[in-house]
């Protein structure tokens, strides 16, 4: 249907939204590079004052907020209002350090004086998925305007209220115009942006093709990007762990905005020596679990966002079974409407399946057993992607071989990876490249510029 709000609780069209003309997009394009101009001058303490003044909006307006994210992409809504709260979070971090974090760095040479600037490259291109409507979007256009950039989001398009909300917000808080735009149009016409000279760098969150494509157009033109992709996450347990405290997390691990998450734990991969007692733990609590109405916050899964990606998710399930896997809880189309899908578990998944080199995106729960440290992570690594892993255990000698050996842009141990605005977040292979939030973050869309003065 294009660009348009569908509820995906109910199958109900909320609104529908017309794509921007040839014109109207060249208009914002334009907008953009004037502005970009000028504020490239703006003093960084003023563009800290607008971004604390967006943190301050997000959290007075969170509910409504979240209410929106909910109704447009299902997310139940204790989870949405917490989503507009971190973005909030994320505005202030950015506030308070990108001074420090894009400061002139001094660098001794044989010239009389050396430094490294960190200059801003222009407007930046935002491709962004719908999972996270808010989170991902902030956690680009934060350090983006504290560094000075502008920016132009293109939103996924079953998410339209939401990209409006993010603009009205930003230019409510003192942004000015042009500083920070929503592109109301398809994917098709990003190929297009990427070629034009006004758009200086690109970002997407999403799917592996997507990135692959935004990458391929991006080269082409000699556009710096950064990719955020997909995940085939591991939480490996091992028989030293907290039993308890690991299964209560594997369940938010894999369940969280009801399995729809790049970082979310997919594969359970646990130790023969508690595997048994692990599953069955694991196991009740799924059953627990309840799906409905996501703006009824006694239940703990919403719909899955389209009805495309449970149609996707209910076919990898089946495949799985027919490759050998065993289906131990859910897996089976409710009836009714919306795009509702059960929590799942499957066990006894053998080698050579989907499960190798796919991504399961809702809440399906993938167990595996091992014997040993070494089969744990062989398991782990044996995926294309490498985003984050979770590993439990305490001994201090497996600790050091999993932050070691794990192939991942993030590993935690004894805890559920997450997002966090003070520290860097991305993957390798598959998983994308480059990184975002941190100092590490702010510093991608730069010019980081050598000066050299003799006197």
């Known amino acids: 249907m294009g660009i348009a709000s569908i509820n995906p609780a109910t199958g109900e069209t909320i609104k529908t939204f017309t794509d921007l003309s040839d014109a109207e997009l060249e208009a914002k394009l334009e907008r953009a590079d004037r502005a970009f101009g000028q504020y490239r001058h703006t003093m960084m303490v003023q563009r800290s004052r607008w971004l604390q003044n967006a943190a301050d909006i997000l959290e007075q307006k969170a509910q409504a907020f979240g209410e929106i994210i909910t109704l447009e992409m299902g997310k139940p809504i204790a989870q949405a209002v917490a989503e507009v709260n971190k973005c909030a979070l994320v505005c202030r971090y950015y506030a308070d350090n990108a001074a420090e974090f894009l400061a002139d760095r001094p660098v001794a040479t044989d010239a009389s004086f050396s430094y490294t600037a960190y200059h801003p490259l222009g407007a930046i291109l935002a491709v962004m998925p719908w999972n996270f409507p808010f989170w991902q979007v902030f956690r680009f256009a934060a350090p983006a305007l504290m560094a000075g950039n502008v920016g132009l989001l293109k939103h996924a398009s079953n998410v339209p209220q939401c990209a409006l909300a993010i603009e009205s917000i930003l230019s409510e808080a003192g942004f000015p115009s042009g500083a920070f735009q929503t592109l109301l149009i398809g994917a098709d016409r990003v190929a297009a942006l990427l070629a034009d000279d006004r758009i200086q760098a690109a970002t997407l969150t999403g799917s592996e093709g997507a990135g692959m494509s935004l990458a391929e157009e991006a080269g082409k033109n000699l556009k710096k990007t950064v990719l955020e992709l997909g995940g085939s996450d591991p939480f490996i347990v091992m028989g030293s762990a907290n039993l308890e405290a690991a299964v209560s997390t594997a369940v938010t691990a894999r369940m969280l905005n009801s399995g729809q998450s790049c970082i979310a734990a997919k594969r359970f991969i646990i130790h023969d020596s508690i595997a048994d007692e692990f599953e069955g733990r694991f196991l009740a609590k799924l059953e627990a679990l309840r799906f409905g109405d996501p703006l009824v916050s006694e239940n703990d899964l919403g719909p899955l966002a389209t ?10 399930v089946q495949t799985l079974v027919k490759q050998g896997a ?29 499960a190798d080199d796919q991504e399961l995106f809702g ?18 690594n044996r995926v294309p992607y490498g985003l984050g892993a979770s590993a439990w255990t305490t001994v201090e000698p497996e600790q050091q071989q999993f932050i070691s050996e794990l192939e991942a842009g993030a590993v935690f141990l004894n805890g559920m990876v997450k997002s966090d605005p003070r520290l860097p977040f991305g993957g390798i292979k598959k998983s994308g490249y480059g990184r975002e939030l941190a100092l590490e973050g702010i510093q991608e869309f730069v010019n980081i510029k050598t000066v050299v003065i003799n006197q």
Do not use: M, W
């Not at 065993?326 to 006894?348: C, H, I, M, Q, V």
């Open 307 to 316: 009805a495309g990606i449970r149609a996707e998710l209910h076919q990898q």
């Open 326 to 354: 065993k289906l131990r809880l859910g897996g089976e189309l409710p009836e009714g409407p919306g795009n509702f899908y059960p929590a799942t578990l499957l066990s006894d998944i053998p080698s050579g399946t989907i």
């Open 363 to 380: 809440p399906v729960a993938l167990l595996f057993r091992v014997s040993t440290i070494d089969e744990a992570i062989a398991l782990a």
